[in-house]
């Protein structure tokens, strides 16, 4: 009998204790309490801290993504600057050679419609030059981007890899699938 009103007596300070928390006292009094509340607010501190993380991670890959749309636009942009200088200067080229076959006294028909064949076989050349190296640029783009995510596809792969192995973890020779050995009923009596 006494000693179920020790225990009882016991249940009911330490009750007291966790019911009581309103003062500082009972706070620090009790360092078991004191513990639980500051790892409650650790917990509470690191998921504020891993959402930060998240947030400025997926403002980093936002930040990224919008970096490489720049870095492709400034080459557009350049691609198309050096094929507008490009075109001005055959222009000016062609221009310069009409201003030269077109003076009477120096050709005659013959020698100006060979003229304006060459000068449209060197603008069509240069064109073509012009396009086979836009395309070898392309081309090589292409190439290390799709190397790029070869690389990322096998990095996720083997670690995808890993993980099944390591989800499977070592199993016992004696159980596999199927051989699994049952018990007939007629032996059971």
């Known amino acids: 009998m006494e000693r179920v009103s020790r225990r009882q007596q016991h249940r009911e300070q330490n009750s007291t204790l966790v019911r009581q928390p309103a003062n500082a006292n009972s706070w620090e009094s009790n360092p078991r309490l004191e513990l639980s509340r500051e790892l409650e607010e650790t917990r509470c501190q690191l998921a504020r801290e891993k959402s930060l993380t998240k947030r400025f991670q997926n403002q980093e890959q ?14 557009r942009q350049t691609n198309l600057k050096e094929l ?7 222009i000016q080229d062609e221009f310069e050679s009409l201003k030269r076959t077109c003076d009477p006294e120096s050709m005659n028909t013959f020698e100006i419609a060979t003229e304006v064949r060459n000068n449209m076989k060197r603008t069509m050349k240069k064109a073509l030059h012009h396009e086979f190296e836009q395309l070898k640029v392309a081309s090589s783009s292409n190439q290390e981007d799709f190397y790029q995510k070869i690389q990322f596809e096998r990095r996720n792969n083997a670690a995808l890899q890993q993980e099944l192995e390591q989800l499977r973890g070592p199993r016992p020779s004696s159980l596999s699938f199927g051989s699994e050995q049952r018990e007939e009923p007629s032996t059971i009596k």
Do not use: F
């Open 62 to 75: 936002e930040t990224r993504r919008q970096l490489e749309e720049a870095k492709e636009k400034l080459a």
């Open 84 to 90: 507008s200088i490009t075109k001005e200067k055959d």
